[in-house]
């Protein structure tokens, strides 16, 4: 156990030496410290959480960033300037999420057609923004596929190709980040099909992944009506 006095002098006790006399420098009674181990330094928590470890520098503990190179730092702000300057893919894609795209409502009390507060009466889905620009293809798997044995030129033109972004505001961004949405297959512009069919077939794969087949409405009730553990 580790016994300590108001001025920081440390005094290691066992049970046969027992509860130390004041402290002869300062004349400051020792007292016992749970928090503190034999070092003067908080131990680390069962779990180990971050802000308990002492990371030192050049420790495994530390985690370092990839350094963006110059060529990628260029062609990422073009992707993404190209990308922004089109219209989020939602106000094309999807209807309001307040009226389903009706454009408004039917007043009861006034019996009487009001418009939507949110679309403004044109029934496409309301952005919020800044907008984004995602990637359809995710950034993680280009580099793994293409970052080790192509030219950086080359690479970078395959990451950062603004054929292969879709436009989406930070609120469809969320949406499709998590799961909640999709974009589907249908959807995807020729160009963006025709350039992707160029690139290896892992890549046309991983597009499928991301971006599958619509699904269709006798699809959509079977899984909904097939009862639990029935293929």
């Known amino acids: 156990m580790l016994y300590i006095c108001g001025e920081g002098c440390e005094r290691e006790v066992t049970k046969k030496t027992g509860i130390p006399a004041p402290c002869e420098p300062h004349g400051r009674a020792f007292f016992y410290s749970k928090a503190l181990g034999s070092n003067g330094r908080k131990p680390l928590t069962r779990q180990g959480s971050k802000k308990d470890r002492h990371v030192r ?60 507060p949110v679309c403004e009466g044109d029934g496409r889905h309301h952005c919020t923004y800044p907008k984004d620009a995602h990637h359809l293809v995710p950034k993680a798997f280009l580099r793994q596929r293409f970052e080790a044995i192509l030219p950086e030129d080359r690479f970078v033109a395959i990451l950062f190709n603004p054929l292969i972004g879709a436009p989406l505001c930070r609120k469809a961004h969320d949406a499709i980040e998590s799961g909640a949405d999709r974009i589907y297959w249908e959807d995807l512009s020729p160009e963006c099909l025709e350039y992707v069919g160029s690139l290896p077939e892992a890549v046309q794969m991983r597009l499928e992944l991301e971006c599958p087949k619509r699904p269709t409405q006798r699809q959509t009730e079977g899984s909904v009506a097939t009862p639990e553990g029935v293929a």
């Open 57 to 116: 520098r050049g420790s495994p503990l530390k985690r370092t960033r990839r350094r963006e190179t110059a060529a990628e730092k260029r062609a990422r702000r073009h992707f993404n300037g190209t990308v922004k300057s089109w219209p989020c893919w939602f106000s094309w894609h999807r209807d309001c999420e307040q009226c389903e795209g009706n454009g408004g409502e039917l007043d009861p009390i006034a019996e009487a057609w009001a418009e939507c």
